[in-house]
């Protein structure tokens, strides 16, 4: 078990998945500090913010269908400003179709994952959000 | 050198022989005149000696005086011969010693006489003795003196005699040297004359009497610089002269005679044909003119064009002035005032040149085209009519709505007979096709100056037309019986044009119903005919025709807008209920999975603290929110079928099927399944739904298996034109009842328990083939397994005709293939 904390930040409108991750974290013996926006603007206003600030979090987990600005907005956002570089960004959706995959991908998404059925699965999906913690190279340990 | 010349110097050379030779012998007889004085005076010499010698011995004999002075005057003659002899040439010495013996001579004499003289008398008394011996000696001397003198002049007399004969002999030769010259320039002159004159002058001669004789080719080409060669060049350029005189002479007479021929034929021909000089006069004319006019062309003081046309003979006068100017021919056709009236004739113009291409003549041939004429206006309006009921039958084929098409058929009914007005009056039905009333069109007049009149009534004259008794012609329709017999105009209303001939046919469909009536109408009599009747009758077919074909097109055209309609409202509901599919799956799969997952949280949480009541209901509660999953996955992949982007591409079956097997196997290991495959064909499809087709039956054929352990086969075949591929298995099979019903979307043939499912795996299957545009079937009766089969298109013929309908595919996702749909 290791003492670090990274920070996370979660972009999904559903609560219920943010608590869930949260949980499976938890599960998981990772401790990490987690943020959570609800919809595309918040998140890339918060982007925004801690990249001027340096303070960028180690991860960021992106759901795709949003409210106001959606996960693709989301990516483009980032990829301008070349946060994919510094950040890596897993898109976790419902559903993920060929196009979407490939969109993602072009955009500068690290991985692309459907939301598990159940909590067995969220866990083995943390372990290896694992590797690509010990890869971040922004939002180290606090 | 000219003849002359020689001849002349050959005479002059002669005169000057001759000239020479007559001074020679003048000069010679001169000479020798000389020569016969010297030799007379020599002679006369010895003659005057002789006489002195006489004198002397008479004076011996008798001393006289008369003797001595006799001698003196002798002595006196012998000086004055001897001067003379001096002064003509005789030989000088001869002569000096015969004066120097004469005055010796004369000495002795004087002497003698003197003694004498004195002493005669006393000779004769005294000593006569001694005088007369002296006397002796004196007159001896004087004698031997005499003797001397005698025989010079004697030598005088032979020289003379002697030079005479030299001279003689000299002249003789000379003269005949100087006539032999002479006659030898004479024979050459003959000689040259014969050969220079006279030859030739003999060849001239016989060329004379061979072009006398008609051989006027000869040349004699006499190429000497003489008065002969002169005249022989002479001779034969008065001969080519003549030949050339000759030649055209000949030719004028041939032109002469083949002008008289031509005037022979030029009468027989059929036409009219005159000819004209270069300069354009006209004088000749044939008889087919005389015949047919009053005046002829090539009439004095008569402008013949006043016979065209005005209305041609600007153009034949412009046509004529240019052929005149150019030299070339023309053609025109003109109309020209004959003594039976005006006659077409199609007129030639030719100009006529002799082989050196000088223009001769100008020769005009007319001929009659007054029939062509007629003819050509008859095949002219023929074709204009046969163009126009051509046009109309275009249009109307073309023309679909009713008001033009009856405003055309009236208008080209009009053209046809050229009537002054044409009007189709025909029933036709509203848009309903219930209310039926009447319209009509009019050609020749405004349609609203017809509009006060209204619709014809069913008068004895119009009735006809419209019960389809036939045609009404009439070349006066105010003559026919069935005419002003009807109230309440008794003829045509008032304001109503005036109507004299007048044709009316009924328009006839198909089906034999009369639907209207075409009426012609002029204010003539006797303005249509038979052919109009025919004509009229023929557009009076193509119109019932062209609204019979308008109807039916306006009726198709109705439907089709319905089914157009109907296909674009089905297929916006299609895309709705694909866009409604594909949303409802993707939200309800939100909650579902919050469902499950908070489930799953629960169980793992919270299972120690519950009682195996409660742990059976969270067990109820994840299998239902799993088997809904399923179920909305499934529905998503089958909406998704048919939506979304075209990803077609040539695939090979053998990857596909790779691909689907490998998703499978866990399934394979767990069933103990055998799988025989064959090699498949390459097929243009969408990659993903091909994995799932395969997946899905192959998953099917597991998951039905009965006791023993699934076998499945795959296998293709070619049927002609299409891909025929194959599942079977030996699993439990269907009754063939259910063979349509199981390709249906959640239709299940087993219970949850006996086989998991969502019954939307075949419907899939059959949702992706029929987007490829193929088929799905199956084969199999109960018991003894099912061989599924699907079509699909063989990319090589695709390639040759593309298929536009097909569907555009979407793709499935990872998920929903790893799980086939059973039913």
Request: hydrophobic residues 40%; glycine residues 6%.
């Amino acid at each position: 078990m290791t003492t670090t904390q990274h920070r996370i930040l979660i972009v999904d409108d559903n609560p219920g998945d943010i608590e869930l991750v949260r949980i499976a974290f938890e599960m998981a013996g990772l401790p990490v500090v987690i943020e959570s926006v609800s919809d595309g603007i918040e998140a890339m206003r918060l982007l925004s913010t801690v990249a001027r600030d340096k303070a960028l979090p180690a991860m960021v987990l992106l759901d795709l269908n949003m409210p106001r600005a959606n996960g693709f907005e989301v990516l483009d956002f980032m990829c301008v400003r070349h946060l994919v570089d510094q950040v890596p960004v897993i898109v976790m959706s419902t559903s993920l179709q060929v196009e979407d995959r490939r969109r993602c991908l072009a955009l500068g998404a690290r991985a692309m994952y459907s939301k598990p059925d159940s909590i067995q699965d969220l866990r083995q999906l943390v372990e290896a959000f694992r590797i690509y913690l010990s890869q971040s190279s922004v939002g180290g340990p606090v | 050198m000219s003849l002359r010349r020689a001849v002349m110097i050959a005479v002059a050379t002669a005169s000057l022989l001759i000239v020479g030779l007559l001074i020679h012998l003048a000069k010679s007889g001169s000479a020798s005149r000389a020569l016969d004085e010297t030799s007379r005076l020599s002679n006369d010499v010895t003659t005057a000696v002789a006489e002195l010698d006489q004198l002397i011995y008479e004076l011996m004999l008798q001393p006289h005086p008369r003797p001595v002075q006799q001698w003196r005057i002798l002595s006196e003659d012998l000086q004055r011969l001897f001067q003379r002899l001096e002064e003509i040439g005789g030989p000088n010495h001869l002569v000096e010693r015969l004066r120097s013996e004469h005055l010796q001579a004369h000495e002795l004499f004087e002497t003698i006489v003197t003694d004498s003289t004195f002493q005669t008398q006393a000779l004769a008394q005294t000593n006569t003795a001694v005088v007369r011996l002296r006397r002796s000696r004196l007159t001896e001397q004087l004698l031997l003196v005499s003797r001397s003198l005698v025989n010079h002049a004697n030598a005088i007399h032979r020289a003379s005699l002697r030079e005479q004969a030299r001279i003689k002999h000299r002249d003789n030769a000379i003269t005949i040297a100087a006539l032999g010259a002479t006659i030898a320039l004479l024979a050459w002159l003959l000689g040259y004359i014969h050969q220079q004159v006279l030859a030739r002058l003999e060849a001239l001669r016989r060329g004379a009497e061979r072009a006398a004789h008609g051989n006027l080719a000869l040349r004699i080409a006499d190429p000497r610089e003489d008065e002969i060669g002169r005249l022989s060049r002479t001779f034969d350029h008065l001969l080519s002269e003549v030949h050339d005189s000759r030649k055209r002479l000949s030719e004028e007479t041939a032109l002469r005679a083949s002008e008289e021929r031509q005037r022979q034929l030029i009468d027989a021909l059929p036409g009219l044909v005159w000819a004209a000089r270069p300069d354009g006069t006209i004088d000749t004319s044939n008889r087919s003119w005389r015949e047919q006019f009053e005046v002829t062309p090539d009439a004095p003081g008569y402008d013949w064009t006043e016979l065209i046309h005005e209305n041609d003979r600007a153009a034949w006068r412009s046509a004529w002035s240019s052929a005149l100017a150019n030299g070339t021919g023309f053609e025109i056709e003109i109309r020209l005032q004959r003594r039976d009236g005006w006659c077409w004739y199609l007129t030639r113009v030719a100009p006529l040149a002799n082989d050196r291409g000088e223009l001769l003549r100008w020769v005009c041939k007319a001929s009659d085209i007054n029939h062509h004429k007629q003819l050509e206006h008859h095949l002219r309006n023929s074709r204009n009519q046969a163009e126009l009921l051509n046009q109309v039958g275009l249009d109307l084929v073309g023309e679909l709505d009713i008001g033009c098409l009856t405003q055309r058929v009236t208008d080209t009914a009009r053209a046809l007979v050229e009537a002054e007005f044409c009007a189709l009056f025909y029933n036709t039905t509203d848009a309903t096709g219930d209310d039926a009333y009447q319209l009509y069109a009019v050609s020749g007049l405004p349609k609203e100056d017809f509009a006060g009149f209204g619709m014809p009534h069913a008068t004895d004259l119009f009735r006809v037309t419209f019960t389809g008794e036939g045609v009404v012609r009439c070349d006066d329709v105010r003559q026919d019986p069935r005419y002003g017999r009807s109230a309440p105009h008794f003829g045509p209303p008032a304001g109503h044009p005036r109507v004299v001939s007048y044709l009316a046919v009924p328009v006839r469909t198909r089906n034999g119903t009369i639907i209207g009536g075409l009426f012609c109408a002029h204010s003539q009599a006797a303005q249509f005919t038979m052919q109009h009747e025919r004509l009229v009758l023929g557009i009076a077919a193509l119109a019932a025709t062209a609204f019979d074909s308008a109807r039916l097109i306006d009726a198709e055209r109705r439907q089709r807008r319905l089914a157009d309609q109907h296909a674009s409202e089905l297929a916006r509901s299609n895309a709705e209920l694909e866009q409604f599919a594909y949303i409802c799956s993707h939200d309800l799969q939100e909650p579902l999975r919050m469902v499950s997952s908070f489930l799953s949280l629960l169980d793992e949480r919270y299972r120690a603290k519950l009682d195996d009541r409660g742990r059976d209901f969270i067990r109820r509660a994840i299998e239902g929110s799993s088997r809904m999953h399923k179920l909305v996955r499934d529905i998503l992949a089958f909406s998704r079928v048919g939506r979304g982007e075209r990803a077609e591409e040539l695939i090979p079956l053998d990857e596909v099927v790779d691909e689907a097997l490998a998703n499978l196997q866990t399934t394979i290991d767990q069933a103990g399944a055998r799988i025989e495959r064959s090699p498949l064909p390459t097929v243009r499809a969408n990659r993903l739904q091909c994995v799932q087709l395969f997946q899905n039956l192959v998953g099917n054929a597991l998951k039905f298996h009965g006791d023993a352990a699934p076998v499945v086969t795959l296998g293709a075949s070619h049927d002609g034109h299409r891909w025929r591929l194959t599942v079977s298995d030996n699993g439990i099979g269907i009754d063939p009842a259910q063979h349509q019903r199981i390709f249906q979307v959640f239709q299940r043939l087993h219970g949850r328990d006996q086989y998991d499912g969502t019954g939307i795996g075949l419907s899939l299957c059959k949702k992706i083939v029929l987007a490829h545009g193929g088929d799905i079937g199956v084969d199999s009766q109960v018991g003894h397994g099912a061989t599924f089969w699907f079509t699909l298109p063989d990319p090589s013929e695709l390639e040759q005709t593309p298929l536009s309908g097909l569907h555009v595919l979407g793709t499935p996702s990872p998920e929903s293939v790893s799980e086939a749909g059973a039913s």
